[in-house]
């Protein structure tokens, strides 16, 4: 009885085994929306809410390891916009969605670990958030903001109503956006505070 002849492809033939083949980029989206939105709702429960998250991606400097260094953050700023205001359906940067996992499994580590948590200043947890993981230092946002009020021809009330938006353009300053961009940013608040006054 003559035996089975075993083709030699499939035993001694030297062929590699086929490699597992790519995620779909559909599947690959969805899961990570999955995931981003899994970290939100733990950041909601752990008193670090949407507005929080909104306001630390406002002011990221440094992307977390795994993201090189010369990433564009603003794609990572503009998707978790997408997701914070429903709009999933708009998210297609793939590789901004992953950088925003990353950083908000960073926030969500952070948190789990106790951070900010201690804070006893009325100060927005982004703020906290993005001292401890940005290296953002109070004192340096703080500086800023005071000198550029107190040179402003304005009262104190006027000062301590546009001091808000005055630290969120120091914020932006410590970041790398240079002082004529600042000083242009301060320029559009005094014009906004005069107009809305007169």
């Known amino acids: 009885m003559a035996?089975?002849?075993?083709?030699?492809?499939?035993?001694?033939?030297?062929?590699?085994?086929?490699?597992?083949?790519?995620?779909?980029?559909?599947e690959v989206r969805t899961d990570l929306i999955k995931g981003c939105r899994t970290i939100l709702m733990e950041l909601q429960g752990l008193d670090f809410p949407r507005s929080d998250v909104r306001g630390y991606?406002?002011?990221?400097?440094?992307?977390?390891?795994?993201?090189?260094?010369?990433?564009d953050l603003t794609r990572a700023r503009t998707v978790v916009e997408q997701l914070v205001s429903g709009q999933?359906?708009?998210?297609?940067?793939?590789?901004?969605?992953?950088?925003?996992?990353?950083?908000?499994?960073?926030?969500w580590r952070w948190r789990r670990r106790g951070g900010g948590m201690d804070d006893e200043t009325d100060r927005p947890n982004y703020l906290i958030a993005l001292e401890s993981l940005q290296k953002?230092?109070?004192?340096?946002i703080d500086r800023i903001t005071s000198s550029l009020l107190d040179n402003l021809p304005i009262t104190e009330a006027e000062k301590r109503e546009?001091?808000?938006?005055?630290?969120q353009a120091a914020i932006a300053g410590i970041n790398g956006a240079v002082w004529g961009s600042l000083a242009a940013s301060l320029l559009f608040l005094l014009v906004f505070n005069f107009v809305r006054s007169s």
């Open 162 to 167: 546009m001091s808000s938006s005055v630290q």
């Open 57 to 71: 991606f406002q002011f990221v400097v440094k992307p977390p390891a795994g993201v090189a260094k010369t990433f």
């Open 136 to 140: 953002i230092e109070p004192e340096q």
């Open 3 to 26: 035996r089975a002849r075993i083709p030699r492809t499939a035993i001694g033939s030297g062929a590699l085994p086929s490699s597992k083949p790519a995620k779909d980029p559909a």
């Open 88 to 107: 999933e359906e708009a998210v297609s940067d793939l590789e901004a969605l992953k950088a925003a996992q990353l950083m908000l499994s960073e926030i």
